[in-house]
């Protein structure tokens, strides 16, 4: 039987959907699924193996959200000091709604035997991992993805270093395939590694800045600034998540992100009635005391938006490439090229958003 | 009332009978419980503290025992490259069996997504970890302690050394309170952080050395070597593992250390019956490798065969401090004094049996 008639699941669908697609429409479908990251060749395998296996984390979380009608997602950012995170529920509409966001300091509320930090002894890592778990407050309901980040710099000593490995992947193992209580039939808590550098092309990548470096007062050599110096991408990363609060608040529901904002969320961010466009500190919106503390902030926030949007993305792609239970068929084909090429110009569009306000930002 | 009419439960009488001792009886009840580390100052509450934490957990697996009649006994070493582990079985006659005894490199088998070693993604190192525990058979009918160490050398680079670390604090976090099966009433995986030093001091530090050296023809300078000298410690180690082989296998029971060997390890240990007392290489009985390999092998052993000897020592002395519900009771305080001073005296002496094997043992 010719490949045409055989009928398919999800994932070997869009991996013969893929296959049939040119390597630019890879490229632009992993940047749309927050999965791009840099390719030193061109050969097609190995971004399709990598990009199905992507969406291996997608599928499953995407048949929950059908299931229960919606999904809890989390981002955590370790450091040594402290961790941040943000909690967000989509619903099978795809509407995201800002649940929880806080940076929380590793005081010796982690630490056990009245110890005033972590130590490294595996009793303590293994009660802080049990302490974060418990506060980011999942739900035995539904499924709840937890996608885990760490900072990531040379200047941290060996002993903070090997701290915040451990929570990376202690978190991971206390969330992947978890039964949050006995009674659930599956697990409800899942884990995923979170690669900053999705996050960064998710939201950065396509932004012009040329211009507006040009424009921009603080800065005096603007072609000294290029789009993967880690300064020129934290100030987008604020930008961007300044532009979504601000939507949300004003009730302007970014089309392409949907996130909402509750009354209650809107009770603490009292700087966003009393100014207009970008014109406030995501620091000061926050109440937090330093802007290390807004981009980790910024980090978690991104990375949740950006598990949202993706998963609703793949839902659109998985709804196409099942038109015909799976089967191949040169229509589909053709709206799977065109939904992917079309998605990236969304993004682009987004992304070109930030441009003009970069001209006012402090870099 | 005064304390003298107070019932007890049994960690708040061993801590006040610990009140009533003085610090050379603290010492010698640290070394026999195999905790004994260095004291830097001759306080007695620190010592008492840190031993009654101690027993804390002998206290949980004392428990177990009497509830079902056996534990199993684990001990994990750790390196970046393999693990090797031993198990004991041992009854309320504190009867001791060998179960199992190996060594096992981290072969591709270990990793994920058709790796060839583990990678230091979370996704791995809980895979690594999840069939480390499958391989060492914990029974869900029984309480199973796993002691974990792991090699702790600066010659490793940092992403071995993370690597190693990371497993341990997983292996603990995947073993510490665990309920192996769903209908498990109660924890039946326990796990404890393993202190080399304790091994060390236990088998090792009331060892005669200095009259066996100065004979030892392949020693030039005797006076060189101390008891602290790691290949000191790792000769005597594996003096007194091959005698507890030795005396397990002609079924000339130790009775310090009660080890017992089945029909199946004589048939495992060819090399025990062609050859008398020590004249045996431990890397040939156990087919391994190299000796870096039998020094692991020698680690779990006396691990699990410490744990074990412990577990007794401890249990003996809860029966004395319980003769009288835990009241305190100067001639039960008497008891307790002389049963640590015993106990520490059968130590000494067990180890005392290993001198004369340093006169011929290669160091």
Same mark, same amino acid.
């Given at each position: 039987m ?12 869009? #991996?013969?959907y ?19 990251k ?12 990598f +990009? ?27 450091t040594?000091?402290?961790f ?19 940076k ?9 035997d ?9 009793? #303590? ?10 506060? +980011? ?20 000593d ?28 599956k697990?409800?808590? +899942? ?7 999705f996050?960064d ?23 000294e ?13 604020? =930008? ?11 009730? #302007?529901?970014?089309p ?5 904002? #509750?009354?209650g ?12 466009? +970008?014109?406030?500190?995501?620091k000061?919106c ?16 991104l ?8 998963l ?5 792609? =998985? ?7 799976g089967?191949?068929? /040169? ?10 090429k ?9 992304q070109?958003? /930030? ?9």
């Amino acid at each position: 039987m010719s490949p045409k008639n055989i009928t398919r699941s999800v994932i070997p669908a869009i #991996d013969l959907y893929c296959r049939k697609a040119n390597f630019k429409t890879l490229k632009s479908l992993s940047m749309i699924l927050g999965s791009k990251k840099e390719w030193y060749d061109t050969k097609k395998a190995p971004l399709r193996t990598f +990009l199905v296996s992507r969406c291996g984390i997608f599928e499953q979380l995407r048949g929950r959200l059908v299931e229960d009608g919606k999904v809890n997602l989390f981002s955590v950012f370790l450091t040594n000091d402290s961790f941040s995170f943000c909690k967000m529920t989509v619903d099978d509409k795809f509407n995201t709604s800002l649940v929880d966001w806080q940076k929380i300091p590793f005081d010796s509320t982690f630490a056990t035997d009245r110890r005033q930090n972590i130590s490294l002894l595996p009793v #303590d890592t293994l009660f802080a991992t049990e302490k974060i778990i418990s506060i +980011l407050g999942v739900s035995p309901n539904m499924t709840n993805l937890v996608s885990i980040e760490r900072e990531r710099s040379d200047l941290v000593d060996f002993n903070c270093k090997l701290q915040s490995n451990i929570l990376e992947h202690l978190l991971y193992a206390k969330c992947q395939g978890v039964y949050v209580t006995s009674t659930n039939e599956k697990a409800r808590l +899942l884990a995923a590694v979170c690669n900053p550098e999705f996050i960064d092309t998710f939201w950065c990548e396509l932004t012009p800045i040329r211009v507006s470096l040009k424009e921009n007062p603080s800065i005096s050599v603007p072609r000294e600034y290029q789009m993967y110096d880690p300064v020129v991408r934290a100030t987008i990363k604020e =930008v961007v998540t300044k532009r979504l609060l601000r939507s949300a608040f004003d009730n #302007d529901i970014d089309p392409l992100m949907c996130l909402h904002l #509750d009354k209650g969320w809107k009770l603490k961010f009292p700087i966003l009635s009393s100014t207009t466009g +970008l014109n406030f500190s995501l620091k000061d919106c926050l109440s937090l005391d330093t802007g290390k503390d807004a981009s980790d902030m910024t980090e978690v926030f991104l990375a949740t938006m950006e598990s949202s949007k993706v998963l609703r993305t793949y839902s659109n792609l =998985v709804d196409i490439v099942m038109k015909d239970n799976g089967r191949l068929d /040169s229509g589909v084909l053709k709206q799977f090229n065109d939904y992917v090429k079309q998605e990236k110009l969304n993004l682009q569009h987004f992304q070109a958003g /930030s441009s003009k306000f970069l001209k006012g930002a402090k870099i």
